[in-house]
């Protein structure tokens, strides 16, 4: 506490407060601010009866700073301003208040005209907040971050003051909801995808103007399925899955190769030797050779960067049951074997110590043969149990479960996004994509893509009704229509898309081999593409209107009757539009601190509500809600159920590296109850002092929630790794305030 005076008759004693500006910079509070911007208004008045008195001045201002005290946060410029408008009618001078207005109203007015400027300036002079923690992924400091973030807010002011409504850039400002992604909408851009590596790899492809014959060994193959992933994470904004099926068949192409070069060699130096051990001897080459090949993939993922900024956002597949059984299968595990094995080790940073990398991102499918003890496939699944002990990959989808509810066994879209079970097979829509791997009849799922999202706030929906039943139900209703408003405008950006925009995705076989100039309008129907409904605050929305958590059975029923409506719209919007629309748990990063923001300026701190800088997950049970892991999983399953479109549980474990069998327990209960989930484990590093263990969470002077080594006390963030599952993929430490809180009081599961 310390003493300042508002004037020389007038001291008061205050704490010190921050003000949170436009452009995401905390800076102290400054009362002089607040009373020169009232002082020119009120000597602008022309009728000195009409003008504040110095007292009145200063009870304005001395509300202002009472009310920033109270309110328990950062306060924004705009909250503050709103504040002194408030006092300045209350205090009968309605002339000064007015002039006040038109001045704010102006200065305002040209701040827009300068808002873009001051914001590419502030990820230029990387002083913007907001910007530096938007992706955990990404290092604001880089040029080619940098780059990307400078041409993103211009493309995100070209798109709100050209390209969408005010209703919609309106609900999104207030965080009724989120239109995500409107940095990319001004292009002709879709979300994430799953590539089909098969075709590409099979039948050739092109990269950049030069055509691909099919490769010749494992290895090559690797090295093009890299370059593929590059070109596609360059021309979409999303994240994007392969699988390791499509690699598999050219382990034997690798194998016949090799045992034709070992026959001549033994010929030609007269080795003779017996079919087991010349056998022996290619397979001890064929495994190095998949050995280098899994190596090829993990660093090249790893090293290369899009047109964004990052590293690929890509999801590595891993599932027996997608080739026959046979020599392809046992090549396919061998594949998984070495890929699990490798990422266990970790990859080495500049300082050489091995980390956790966040990217390829793996999900490891449990299946009949591989989840009980003494199986076929056991082996695989224990060493994958290890490696997420070690590195908190794989994650875990259960076929069981999938096929319970979708029919099919497929892979998610990058972290989560879940395609639409295929019913343009069943419907003899026929060859749509132009894929040279299309088989009459069989179900395609790889060379589909998600058009883009739109997530309603549950919890601003539930306080905005007050917590009357009807008017929630109402108020849902018109906001998910507000919501389809937004993703038809998504689909219908990308109606005559032409190709040529993306050769490596519309023409050369990453999701289509359309033609020059053919637009790609047959691929946003009958259900090739999906659009996603996202949701975010499902456990604060109950909480609100029922006054328990939804682990409980009252909380239960309330919660699956908002799921349900979320189904029952995207069924009704399908239907009249022959558009796949689908439920989907957003993955909110940044977007649960604006979202937090916001409910806390419109609702104030409801204690259970909006009293945190963040708001949950999708449906997920609340981080500080006391619950064992298999109880979490099973309660969870019944939401997910209704999440179609994507949803990843998890649960938060300490170190399990000892304990495996527990992981193992974990893994069988996940195979019979849940579709998809993981494991949260701890992964860090501290590059000043060596520390191989958990680093914490701790406060600032300022309060600023900040991340430091136990054993050092290092804060530089650009001197640790800290690898931490925020919304189904790995991130590190530039997460911002309201992320960082929602890790920081996340209870154990086990």
């Known amino acids: 506490m310390y003493n300042e005076r508002l004037d020389g008759n007038m001291e008061v004693e205050t704490p010190q407060l921050y003000v949170m500006k436009r452009s995401g910079e905390r800076v102290p509070f400054d ?9 020119k208004a009120n000597h602008e ?18 509300g202002v700073m009472k009310d920033a005290e109270n309110a328990g946060r950062d306060l924004s410029v705009e909250e503050i301003q709103d504040k002194v408008e408030d006092g300045l009618m209350s205090s009968g001078k309605f002339k000064v208040a007015r002039l006040y207005i038109t001045y704010r109203y102006k200065h305002n007015e040209m701040r827009k005209m300068s808002d873009i400027d001051q914001k590419i300036a502030g990820v230029v002079e990387r002083d913007n907040e907001e910007v530096k923690q938007e992706n955990s992924n990404k290092n604001p400091t880089v040029l080619s971050v940098q780059r990307d973030y400078m041409a993103g807010e211009w493309s995100r002011y070209y798109t709100n003051k050209y390209l969408l409504p005010e209703d919609i850039t309106m609900a999104h400002r207030e965080g009724i909801i ?84 070992l026959r001549k060699e033994f010929e030609e130096t007269g080795i003779t030797a017996t079919e ?53 299968r046992a090549d396919l595990a061998l594949i998984i074997d ?30 009949e043969d591989n989840i009980e003890e003494g199986s076929q496939y056991y082996e695989l699944t224990k060493l994958a149990a290890q490696c997420t002990a070690k590195r908190m990959t794989p994650d875990y989808i259960s076929e069981k479960i999938e096929l319970e509810l979708k029919g099919d066994c497929y892979p998610c879209m990058g972290c989560r996004s879940f395609l639409t079970p295929d019913r343009f097979t069943d419907r003899n829509v026929g060859n749509i994509s132009g894929a040279l791997n299309y088989v009459p009849g069989r179900h395609k799922y790889y060379g589909r893509f998600n058009q883009g999202v739109v997530t309603i706030n549950l919890v ?101 009757k908002v799921m349900q ?58 981080v500080t809600e006391n619950i064992d892991a298999f109880s979490k999983l099973t309660k969870e399953a019944e939401f997910q159920k209704l999440s179609p479109g994507g949803a990843v549980s998890y649960v938060e474990v300490p170190d399990m590296q000892n304990n495996i069998p527990a992981v193992l327990a974990v893994m069988k209960h996940i195979y019979n109850t849940i579709l998809y989930a993981e494991l949260n484990t701890k992964s860090d590093y501290c590059d000043v002092c060596g520390y191989d263990g958990q680093i914490e969470i701790v406060k600032d002077e300022t309060g600023k929630l900040i991340w430091e080594c136990p054993n050092c006390g290092n804060r530089d963030q650009s001197k640790m790794h800290v690898a931490r599952r925020t919304c189904g993929y790995i991130g590190t430490q530039y997460w911002n305030q309201g992320r960082t809180q929602e890790i920081a009081e996340r209870v154990l599961h086990l």
């Not at 399908?574 to 300026?601: H, M, R, W």
């Open 31 to 39: 009362h002089e601010k607040i009373r020169n911007a009232i002082v």
């Open 178 to 261: 989120h239109f995500h992604d409107a940095d990319y909408f001004a292009q002709h851009m879709h979300n994430c995808c799953l590539v089909n590596l098969d075709d590409m790899l099979q039948n050739g492809t092109c990269i950049s103007g030069t055509h691909i014959d099919t490769p010749k060994s494992f290895i090559t193959a690797c090295t093009v399925a890299s370059q593929i992933v590059a070109q596609v994470a360059s021309s979409q904004y999303g994240g994007q899955t392969i699988t390791l099926s499509h690699l598999a068949p050219f382990v034997d192409v690798s194998r016949r190769k090799i045992a034709k070069r």
């Open 460 to 560: 601003d929906a539930a306080c905005s009704s007050g917590k009357d039943e009807e008017k929630f139900w109402a108020i849902m209703n018109e906001r998910l229509d507000l919501c389809h408003k937004a993703m038809r405008l998504r689909h219908d950006r990308l109606l005559g898309t032409p190709s040529d925009v993306a050769p490596i995705l519309w023409q050369d076989g990453a999701l289509a081999r359309l033609k020059p100039g053919e637009t790609i309008d047959k691929l946003l129907y009958d259900g090739y593409s999906t659009l996603s409904l996202g949701y975010a605050g499902l456990a604060e929305c109950v909480y609100y209107m029922k006054g328990v958590s939804h682990t409980t059975e009252e909380g239960k029923e309330f919660g699956l």
């Open 276 to 328: 087991e051990k010349f056998h022996e001897l290619v397979e001890q080459e064929v495994r190095k050779e998949v050995e280098n090949g899994c190596q090829t993939i993990q660093y090249q993922l790893i090293t290369l960067q899009s047109t964004n900024g990052q590293a690929p956002f890509v999801t590595v597949f891993m599932y027996l049951h997608e080739v026959p059984e046979g020599q392809t």
């Open 565 to 622: 409506l979320l189904n029952d719209k995207c069924t009704e919007w399908k239907t009249a539009e022959n558009i796949d629309y689908s439920v989907y748990g957003t993955p909110l990063e940044s977007t649960t601190y604006k979202f937090a923001k916001c409910l806390q300026k419109r609702f104030g701190k409801i204690k259970g509500v909006t009293d945190k800088n963040y708001i949950t997950n999708s449906y997920h049970v609340h």
């Open 45 to 62: 008045e022309g009728i000195p009866a009409e003008r504040l008195s110095e007292s009145q001045i200063n009870e304005i201002v001395f």
């Open 338 to 367: 070495v890929m699990l094995r490798q990422r266990i080790l970790g990859v080495k940073d500049r300082t050489g110590h091995y980390i956790t990398p966040a990217f390829p991102k793996l999900i490891y499918v449990l299946e």
